[in-house]
């Protein structure tokens, strides 16, 4: 059974700090990981999708990465502000038995709380 | 934002009541998902759909059933609640099962 987890459970960081949160799976066998937001009572915002045959994502200041063989992804914070304070969350769509998607189900990780102070 | 709308957003309701979430989208996205989230257990799937009147169950399926009759309604029933099943329900929408998915903004259930 694939296990995401996600470390560190919460981080605390100054503005303008460039940060790494780090997800790990158990199971290679992905399709892609995607890179989540989580603002307080609000749903996810997909920030990034990395397909398992890519090496990394981009998005303004965000860089995902992806290591398939080793069961790792990173998601770097350039520059951080206040404003990126939210739990973000990793999630992998793994490949079933028959070789497919298992209609997308996602499986997720806990979550990384990120708090950056002024 | 994707059109993902969830109704209500806040209940409370007792032990034993039927209760029955709606989820609305306008984006006319195939697939749909139900995810309750829970402290210290994250996400968990409870049941999807691949396309009108296809569905099946996630994880955790126990205690609930789904309807989909439209494109754009999925509906979550919990037959009879129970105090196990307070938590904060997610809709989520995905054109193919390979895209991102598109959350809403979740229902907060109490049942006392």
């Known amino acids: 059974k694939q296990e995401v987890t996600q470390i560190p459970a919460a981080l605390s960081v100054p503005e303008g700090e460039n940060l790494v949160l780090n997800c790990s799976f158990t199971?290679?066998?992905?399709?892609?990981l995607q890179w989540f937001r989580q603002d307080p009572g609000k749903g996810l915002t997909s920030l990034l999708l990395?397909?398992?045959?890519?090496r990394e994502q981009t998005s303004g200041r965000l860089n995902a990465s992806l290591d398939k063989s080793s069961g790792r992804s990173t998601l770097y914070i350039a520059a951080s502000q206040p404003g990126d304070s939210a739990t973000y969350l990793c999630?992998?769509?793994?490949?079933?038995?028959?070789?497919?998607?298992?209609?997308?189900?996602?499986?997720f990780g806990q979550g990384t709380i990120l708090t950056v102070h002024p | 934002d994707a059109g993902i709308t969830q109704s209500p957003r806040h209940k409370v309701t007792e032990t034993g009541t039927p209760v029955t979430l709606r989820c609305h989208q306008t984006?006319?996205?195939?697939?749909m998902y139900w995810y309750r989230q829970d402290p210290g257990h994250g996400l968990r799937l409870i049941h999807y759909?691949?396309?009108?009147?296809?569905?099946d169950k996630g994880e955790v399926s126990d205690g609930y059933s789904v309807s989909r009759s439209k494109t754009e309604d999925f509906l979550l029933t919990l037959e009879s609640a129970t105090s196990s099943q307070t938590s904060v329900y997610f809709c989520?929408?995905?054109?193919?099962?390979?895209?991102?998915?598109?959350f809403g903004d979740g229902t907060r259930l109490s049942i006392l």
């Open positions: 759909s691949y396309g009108v009147k296809d569905t």
């Open positions: 999630a992998v769509l793994p490949i079933d038995n028959a070789g497919g998607t298992s209609y997308g189900k996602l499986t």
């Open positions: 199971d290679s066998a992905i399709y892609n």
């Open positions: 984006e006319n996205h195939r697939y």
């Open positions: 990395i397909q398992s045959s890519q």
């Open positions: 989520a929408i995905s054109a193919t099962n390979l895209q991102p998915q598109h």
